[in-house]
T-cell receptor
């Protein structure tokens, strides 16, 4: 079965510090990959998606970037975090239409 | 732009009740619809996937229906249990690279 591994589970970072969240996929090849953010009281917002290595599309203008150096690896980054980057970040994959999600990273920017 | 609505935002029921969670979407041109469960502080677990050509899907005590023309889906939970307490999210796939548009979810509490 398809599995997303995402780490770390929680992260507290100061404003202005860099960020790197990583997720890896098991059980399938050439999946579409996604980064979503879930803010308190709001739905999941799609930040980035990728249909292949080095193919990244951004859905909303923001302080974050994404990269896909390998087929099953998807990385979310920032050079300088803002307070507004706090939230719950979820990596997801899709293969043959059904989506599967990682366990999420709770990011608190202080 | 596709919008997905789930009302109410929260629901509390006694154990054993059969219940229906509603989801509506504005653009009927969808590829599929998926229901997810999210426990506090955790990721999403896929419950049921309904393709646009299907009317319903069943898994155990769960049954999801889809009426594309009216932009509605329901998730039916039979004989609810305290372990069903979680947030239930509905998401539609418009087929453009399988990007999902989510509702805000319904937080269900099943009282023993």
């Amino acid at each position: 079965s398809q599995t997303i591994h995402q780490w770390p589970a929680t992260l507290v970072q100061p404003v202005g510090s860099p960020l790197s969240l990583e997720c890896t996929v098991e059980g399938t090849s050439n999946p579409n990959l996604y980064w979503y953010r879930q803010a308190a009281g709001r739905g999941l917002q799609l930040l980035f998606y990728s249909i292949g290595i080095d193919q990244i599309s951004s859905e909303v203008p923001q302080n974050l970037s994404a990269s896909r150096p390998q087929d099953r690896q998807f990385i979310l980054s920032s050079k300088k975090l803002l307070l507004s980057d706090s939230g719950f970040y979820l990596c997801a994959g899709s293969r043959n239409t059904e989506a599967f999600f990682g366990q999420g990273t709770r990011l608190t920017v202080v | 732009k596709q919008e997905v609505t789930q009302i109410p935002a929260a629901l509390s029921v006694p154990e054993g009740e059969n219940l229906v969670l509603n989801c509506s979407f504005t653009d009927s041109a969808i590829y599929n619809l998926q229901w997810f469960r999210q426990d506090p502080g955790k990721g999403l677990t896929s419950l049921l996937l309904i393709q646009s050509s299907q009317r319903e899907q069943t898994s155990g005590r769960l049954n999801a229906s889809l009426d594309k023309s009216s932009g509605r889906s329901t998730l039916y939970i039979a004989a609810s249990q305290p372990g069903d307490s979680a947030t239930y999210l509905c998401a539609v796939d418009t087929g453009a690279n399988s990007k999902l548009t989510f509702g805000k979810g319904i937080t269900l509490s099943v009282r023993p």
